[in-house]
């Protein structure tokens, strides 16, 4: 994959000259403090080859395109999903809490729970063999497939859970009297990936199983506002690495692997104790 098609190639600049300045900078985010935030993200994806391996099939589409899924932002559905306590967890959204090792640095364990949904109806490069009855296929050099609801529907849409261990420092660029700040943070993190996958493929069951699925690596970068005292509301970005090597395609033990990058943008509100 080319790096002019990686989403999030932009961030590697601003992301290491802040890892550098942080250590030179003083300190609002102490020592021992905690941390914890809300917020919801958008989210957007590389395309990526994804193989899939059966009793009766063995083939590769290639270059398939997939975009997140959003809820409408609207007075009713921002009132009954965003901010509807029981309906929180429908928008894609995202929670962490955090512990300040020393001043400015910080370890936090989160959940990123973003939607990962095929584009119906594109048309692909494919490779391999199918033998399920009604859709055989010797797929030769050049051949294209159409991704059809009958053929495949693919989602990873309850979600795209990333459940990550990162770190995070920053540097303050604006205080007020202890009370008020800004700064730039930045850090980098790694982990599970455990989807609810929703497939159907080649007309089958449809399978939506929760499963560790693979595992995402990433880095990130944003800006921290402090509106009074401990509240705080930030802005950042995540760039990352998603290697989905066990996806469960039917309860018979069909799977599907595939790699791709992504980007996540992500607005939070939260507390620091």
Do not use: C
Request: charged fraction near 20%; charge should be negative.
């Amino acid at each position: 994959m080319k790096l002019a098609n990686i989403p999030g190639k932009k961030l590697f600049f601003p992301f290491f000259i802040l890892l550098i300045a942080i250590p030179v900078q003083a300190a609002m985010r102490k020592q021992g403090d905690w941390y914890g935030y809300w917020g919801w993200n958008n989210a957007t994806y590389s395309n990526s080859d994804i193989h899939f391996n059966g009793d009766d099939h063995d083939f590769t589409l290639h270059n398939v395109s997939a975009k997140d899924r959003q809820n409408d932002v609207n007075f009713y559905q921002i009132h009954h999903s965003y901010l509807n306590p029981m309906r929180l967890t429908i928008p894609q959204y995202n929670w962490r809490v955090g512990y300040f090792l020393r001043d400015n640095w910080s370890l936090s364990l989160g959940f990123d729970h973003m939607k990962y949904v095929m584009e119906q109806n594109q048309s692909v490069a494919a490779s391999g063999y199918i033998d399920r009855a009604g859709f055989e296929r010797r797929y030769q050099a050049g051949d294209r497939e159409v991704l059809s609801n009958d053929f495949l529907t693919y989602e990873h849409t309850d979600g795209f859970n990333l459940i990550s261990l990162e770190t995070e420092g920053y540097l303050p660029l604006w205080n007020w009297q202890d009370r008020m700040d800004l700064a730039l943070l930045a850090g980098f993190g790694g982990g599970v990936l455990y989807p609810k996958s929703n497939v159907k493929l080649l007309s089958g069951e449809r399978n939506d199983e929760w499963h560790v699925a693979g595992y995402s690596t990433l880095v990130k970068i944003g800006l921290e506002a402090t509106l009074w005292k401990d509240f705080f509301f930030r802005f950042m970005g995540k760039f990352g690495y998603a290697d989905m090597n066990d996806v469960l395609t039917s309860n018979r033990g069909d799977k599907a692997d595939q790699t791709f990058y992504y980007d996540e943008y992500i607005g939070v509100f939260g507390l620091r104790f």
